[in-house]
């Protein structure tokens, strides 16, 4: 129902800093959670960081504490401020959204940015 656009990625050095944009249009009703995802090569996509319509937030281990989650409701975006980057964070970044319409769940999916971080 919602489309799903990112941005902001690049090349960066080992210690610097992204900041990834997510840019939410169409249909957007009864999101009731959104969330950045990554996928390395070789390996499956996991979770990064999620942010709920209450504004309750949960980051995975390997990124507390350097990657920070926001949302401006006013323009339709969400955020993922990442610092203090590791090659390990080398991967495509997903935006995620979660709706509920007629009983029915929807997970939306953008075309991912990829972040690659150097040694």
């Known amino acids: 129902q919602v489309q799903l656009v990112e941005s902001g990625g690049g090349v960066v050095q080992s210690g610097g800093s992204l900041r990834l944009s997510c840019a939410a249009s169409g249909r957007i009703s009864n999101v009731f959670v959104m969330g950045w995802y990554r996928q390395a090569p070789g390996k499956q996509r996991e979770l990064v960081a999620t942010?709920?319509?209450?504004?309750?937030?949960n980051y995975a281990d390997s990124v507390k504490g350097r990657f920070t989650i926001s949302k401006d409701n006013a323009k339709n975006t969400l955020y993922l401020q990442m610092s203090s980057l590791k090659p390990e964070d080398t991967a495509v970044y997903f935006c995620?959204?979660?709706?509920?319409?007629?009983?029915?769940?929807?997970?939306?999916w953008g075309q991912g940015t990829q972040v690659t971080v150097s040694s």
């Open positions: 995620n959204a979660e709706q509920v319409d007629l009983a029915n769940r929807f997970a939306s």
């Open positions: 942010i709920t319509s209450g504004g309750r937030i």
